[in-house]
């Protein structure tokens, strides 16, 4: 079983930056595949950010390639999502989830076993 607990949400102003992290609970942290989702209000949940436990693999949605970057501490039990140049689309809950196994590329919630209660990020114009 893996616990996340994401942290480092907050208020921006458009143009701004925020870094959110994610601990892991568990001793096999570094064999789990991590990756960000995100819901705003009204809409589905949505893929933003993968990575695979190697850390030599990352991939983005299309609409934070560039701005945003996924990356992990498995000595930490961490990973993490720098996010720059925010938007007010941005706004969302940002959620981290993990799993083990199966495809190399992990796009959709229902790919991903545990998952964290989301952390509020809101983008002012």
């Known amino acids: 079983q893996v616990q996340l607990v994401e942290s480092g949400g907050g208020l921006v102003q458009a143009g701004g930056s925020l870094r959110l992290s994610c601990v892991a609970s568990g001793r096999t942290f570094s064999s789990y595949h991590m990756g960000w989702f995100r819901q705003a209000p009204g809409k589905e949940r949505e893929f933003v950010a993968g990575?695979?436990?190697?850390?030599?693999?990352?991939y983005y949605a299309d609409s934070v390639k560039g701005r945003f970057t996924i990356s992990r501490d498995n000595a930490k039990n961490m990973v993490y999502l720098q996010m720059n140049s925010l938007k007010p689309e941005d706004t969302a809950v940002y959620y981290c989830?993990?799993?083990?196994?199966?495809?190399?590329?992990?796009?959709?919630?229902?790919?991903?076993?545990?998952r964290g209660q989301g952390t509020q990020v809101t983008v002012s114009s």
């Open positions: 989830a993990a799993e083990t196994g199966g495809s190399m590329w992990k796009r959709f919630w229902y790919e991903y076993r545990y």
């Open positions: 990575i695979r436990w190697t850390a030599d693999s990352t």
